[in-house]
Nanobody, 125 residues
Framework: QVLAVESGGGSVQTGESLRLSCEIVGVIYSQYCTAWFRQAPGKEYEEIGFIGDNGHATVADSVKDRFSISRDNAKKSLYLQMDSVQPEDTAMYYC???????????????????WGKGTQVTVSS
């Protein structure tokens, strides 16, 4: 069974840091492109960034000064480091993955086939 499970969300204060994790089981992880998305209440999904087997991450311009993405193939895990969080970062955060042979780039949200149930991040001022 293929599963993606996020963890690490919670309630934090403005300016604090948070690290989200996502474990994807049941796959040959190195063959998969992995990504983080978020959805704030009443808003569309926003892609935060993605990372392939080569470890090179691409992060959205809107958050790249504060967020970073990494992965550990041995642990089949994806990470989102969030620093200096702001109230506008409040959202449900999702990890997503798709088998591509390990490369990433230019994928639409609907092309990601494996999704976690999300982890909530709430930032208060």
């Amino acid at each position: 069974q293929v599963l993606a499970v996020e963890s690490g969300g919670g309630s934090v204060q403005t300016g604090e840091s948070l690290r989200l994790s996502c474990e994807i089981v049941g796959v040959i992880y190195s063959q998969y492109c992995t990504a983080w998305f978020r959805q704030a209440p009443g808003k569309e999904y926003e892609e935060i960034g993605f990372i392939g087997d080569n470890g090179h991450a691409t992060v959205a311009d809107s958050v790249k000064d504060r967020f970073s993405i990494s992965r550990d193939n041995a642990k089949k895990s994806l990470y989102l480091q969030m620093d200096s969080v702001q109230p506008e970062d409040t959202a449900m955060y999702y990890c997503a993955s798709v088998r591509t042979g390990g490369w990433c780039g230019g994928l639409r949200r609907d092309q990601y086939k494996i999704w976690g149930k999300g982890t909530q991040v709430t930032v208060s001022s």
